[in-house]
């Protein structure tokens, strides 16, 4: 049986949301250390914020978008930014998993230090490929691994439109 989505009325008795800052906060007592005033939940592993709320552990991204308009997101949140505690209703955006994967970093198994840019050691040279409807497309072969992340970024950000974020290649995030 699949988990029902509490009703909102009864979370916002408890909790309050800042759209402006995406800071939540208790309005009843809570027990130990987190009082009445205390900002809501932590931020987990993989740096998304996450709020103990009717019973269950929620995701901040999606409590902001059930407190502001009433109902629970039929899809995912995607943090437009690509900071995952950045819970400003501004910084969130209702997208389909296809699309929240859209603008993820580089891989963290990447060797080239660019995204979109691989090696191909029968040709010895650089390609690049691109994720469209489930499959993938190559963008051809290139000389530099520059030239291929540019190929990569120049047809993302053509395809993804909204859900393009530019990646910086200098080997970091």
Request: glycine share 8%.
């Amino acid at each position: 049986m699949k988990n029902r989505a509490p009703d909102v009325a009864s979370i916002r008795k408890v909790l309050a949301y800042d759209p402006e800052t995406g800071i939540f906060t208790w309005l009843v007592p809570r027990r130990g250390p987190n009082n009445k005033t205390a900002i809501a939940g932590s931020v987990g592993k993989r740096g998304y914020r996450y709020i103990f709320v009717a019973g269950a552990l929620r995701l901040a991204s999606r409590l902001a978008w059930a407190m502001t308009y009433g109902t629970w997101p039929d899809k995912e949140m995607d943090h437009i930014n690509g900071v995952r505690d950045d819970d400003r209703l501004s910084n969130l955006s209702h997208a389909s998993r296809q699309e929240n994967c859209r603008n993820t970093g580089k891989r963290s198994d990447n060797t080239s230090g660019m995204k979109g840019a691989y090696f191909h050691s029968r040709n010895e040279r650089w390609t690049a490929c691109v994720g469209v409807d489930n499959k993938t497309v190559s963008l051809g072969y290139f000389n530099t691994r520059e030239e291929a992340a540019k190929a990569y970024r120049e047809e993302t950000k053509r395809l993804y439109g909204e859900f393009y974020r530019e990646v910086p290649n200098d080997g970091s995030t």
